[in-house]
């Protein structure tokens, strides 16, 4: 198998060539045997009856002389008298296989039609066959002698200066057109092969990749194509080293007080009340570990998740309320007041995803309100969407993080809530989960005084 798509190319173009002058070869032998064979015997035998004519009308003259004279212009002559004895005139015939039948029936007065009923079998070149079976015959009476005369074009006498021109314009044509095949082909595959150092480049994490984007065509759509794919995995890439860093970092805070407070509650002469204490941090910080844990799973679920996995019909009012009922404790805890309104409403989704929202949302509402604050949660259907608000009294946030607020880990100001717990995680799979599901989400929110989240589900 042919591995390179330059040799491949040229192969072909070879194949291309070699079948088309096949093709037209055997159109150019059909189109002879079909047409010019019978014309070129009818005007040949025209020729050998004027010749003849001319013999007949002048009998007094030398023939050996006339016949070599005609034969100069042009022509190979077979003269036969009654006896059959030939008499050649021009240059030699490759071949005398011309029938006694042939020539008796000249004699009687027939015309021998030897160019027309010329095998078939042969191509094209039965044209230049040089032999005296290729001739036309007629008859000729001179003096009530009967004479057989034969006669076809001496071919190498008819090839003229043009001839060998149009021919070695052919020749040349067709030894230019390879050179310049090889080039192009050359010229077409190099920036293939400039792509495959891209592609192995990009296997190696090296993104900055040159490529012909410049060209106007195909190579250059796919050039420039290849590039902004380059782009896109630098960014991805990019995003997931990050991504691990601050795993790792958030991962590497708790376990470093894990085993700091252990190794603490291994010292002999501990108060109980220091030993309740550590351990209270262990959990705490477990708990942590858990909870992060779990936001990573669903995130990882989430762009993992497909077409194929179905959506089903639920109640979201249900879910809202479970959501709240869950976060009881808290609210009673700070005492913060709570107004619901929500509608009995059903969606079309991944329920398990969708209840995320309203427990981050509730969640975050209930942390970054003060005690004795207020969170108002509504859901309402118009004829287009279906609307979810919950309005928190709380802490704000401040302008300049609103565009960030929905990235992997980002918590907008953690320096100053040092005592609020979090680990940026929430508000990206929410918005996640509302992309999951063609919806919208939107932030208002002024530095102290509170936080409104609005989300739309545009019905189909
Ligand atoms: P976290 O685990 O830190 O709460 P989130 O992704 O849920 O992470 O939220 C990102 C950041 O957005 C939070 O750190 C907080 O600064 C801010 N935030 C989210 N919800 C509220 C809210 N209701 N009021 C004030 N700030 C909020």
Known sequence: MIRSLYSKFLVLTLGIMFFSAMLAFLIVNTFYHQQLKTKNDEKNTEIAETIADYMEANPTLSLTEFLQKEAALGYKIVFANAEHDLQFFGDDFREDNLSEAAIDNVLKGKIYHGMREFPKETFVTGFFSDETANTVGVPVVIDDNNYALFIRPNIKLLFTEVHYLLGGMFVSMAIISLIAMVFVARKLVQPLTELTKATKKIGQEQFSVELPTGRGDEIGELATSFEKMAAQLQQSDKMKKQFISDVSHDFQTPLQNIQGYAHLLQEADLQETERQNYATIIQSETERLSGLTKQLLLLTSLDTLTDNVAKRSFSLQEQIKEAIQKHQWQMMEKNITLTADVDDIT??????????????????????????????????????????????????????????????????????????????????????????????????????????????????
């Open 347 to 460: 969606m079309l989704g991944h329920p398990d995803f969708i209840e995320k929202i309203w427990e981050n949302l509730l969640s975050n509402a209930l942390k970054y309100t003060e005690s004795d604050g207020s969170i108002d949660i509504s859901l309402k259907e118009t004829n287009e969407a279906i609307i979810f608000t919950i309005k928190d009294t709380g802490i704000g946030i401040d302008a300049s993080h609103l565009p960030h607020l929905f990235e992997r880990f980002y918590r907008a100001d953690s320096a100053r809530h040092a005592d609020i717990e979090g680990t940026g995680l929430g508000l990206s799979i929410v918005e996640q989960v509302v992309a999951l599901h063609d919806g919208s989400i939107d932030v208002i929110s002024k530095l102290g005084k509170g936080t409104t989240f609005t989300i739309t589900f545009l019905k189909m």
